[in-house]
């Protein structure tokens, strides 16, 4: 089996090229195209031999994952199903707006925690992502980028499929490859990971002081209807998210983006308001308030545009910054919550 080329060092690279007749720097500059300039194929490498390009192409692989299917919204986003060596397949989306292109990449092929509004947590976890289908992941939808919107990429949000925090390490040793100086230098102020709450992990997050912004999928700041449909808060409840959420804050000096769907009649009365503004009193947030995307689950429905200008009126009068998300590809289901692929595949 071939291995990837990501797992050589330059040094090892190096001796390769050696080893097959090159100059030394050549395995200088194909390690350049593959950190620094976003190839996904050797056939991108210019000035490198296309004979040297043929070698290096029977022996190693340079990006793991295979375009499956493109969907085009008629906003403009483009949901990519992404396919991973061994079959199973991930979903990743790109964003335009206005001012700005982003892109939403997955961190697990599924996920454990079984939010009842989740598409992906309906669909159960499958297994990880390594740190090099992470990074390939992206490579690719920089790529895609350039070609698709003749940009790059302004926002990366680790909000696909998965729950980052229980993927930590793969996750951030991606996002470190890309945001490293010697390589891509892509600022960490434009990296957003997104987390239902591991505190444990948000709290190594803080030793560990990473500059990558922090959201909060909160949608309750009440345990007991929040365990109802996000089962992960039986674990971790909002008095160890609020402790894990302060000691972010004192490491950090981040300020935390929270998440909050807003449900008809399940957590968008003014007693939730007031319940998340309390939440939100012990550390600096921003609040994105996103409308419900539908999924394959009855159980819940947007709220009124009414409700929605009262919760935000509310919170606004406390001061606290808040935005409305518009969603983005539901007509292709590439909105928040909606990504699954059928992963039947073992
Ligand atoms: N597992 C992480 C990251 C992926 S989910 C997390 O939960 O934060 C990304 C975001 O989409 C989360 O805020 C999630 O709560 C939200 N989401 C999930 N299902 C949704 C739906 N049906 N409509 C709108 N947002 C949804
Ligand atoms: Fe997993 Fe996030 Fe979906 Fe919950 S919302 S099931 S944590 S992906």
Request: charged share 20%.
């Amino acid at each position: 089996m071939k291995t990837h080329i990501k797992n050589l060092s330059l040094q090892e690279l190096t001796d390769y090229a050696v080893q097959h007749g090159q100059q030394a720097f050549r395995a200088k500059q194909t390690f350049e195209w593959i950190w620094k300039k976003t190839a996904v194929s050797f056939d991108e490498m210019t000035n490198i031999s296309a004979e040297f390009r043929q070698k290096m192409n029977a022996d190693f692989i340079i990006n793991s994952i295979e375009i499956a299917e493109e969907k085009v919204s008629s906003d403009g986003t483009r949901k990519y199903v992404l396919q991973l060596a061994d079959g199973h397949q991930i979903e990743s989306v790109l964003i335009p707006s206005k001012d700005r292109l982003t892109a939403c990449i997955s961190s697990q092929v599924g996920c454990a925690l079984g939010c009842r509004f989740c598409a992906t947590g309906n669909m159960g976890f499958v297994r990880d992502m390594d740190a090099l289908e992470i990074h390939d992941q992206i490579m690719l939808l920089m790529k895609l980028a350039v070609e698709k919107f003749h940009t790059s990429l302004d926002n990366i949000v680790v909000m696909g499929m998965g729950e980052p925090l229980l993927n930590l390490n793969n996750t951030l040793a991606a996002l470190d490859k890309i945001s490293d100086k010697t390589t891509l230098n892509f600022s960490p102020q434009r990296i957003t990971i997104s987390t239902s709450g591991i505190t444990s992990e948000i709290k190594k997050m803080a030793d560990k002081n990473i500059p990558y912004h922090l959201a909060i999928s909160l949608h309750s700041a009440n345990d007991s209807k929040r365990k109802q449909f996000m089962p992960v808060g039986n674990k971790y409840s909002l008095s160890m998210l609020t402790d894990a959420l302060k000691y972010y804050h004192q490491k950090t000096g981040n300020r935390i983006t929270i998440e909050y769907i807003l449900f008809d009649g399940l957590n968008d009365a003014n007693e939730d308001a007031a319940s998340l503004a309390s939440f939100c009193r012990s550390f600096p947030v921003k609040i994105n308030i996103i409308p419900y995307n539908s999924t394959a689950s009855q159980l819940f429905k947007p709220s009124s545009s009414a409700n929605i200008k009262k919760f935000i009126a509310f919170l606004e009068s406390k001061n606290i910054i808040v935005n409305l998300r518009h969603s983005k590809g539901s007509d292709i289901q590439a909105a928040c919550g909606q990504l699954a692929k059928n992963n039947t595949l073992k």
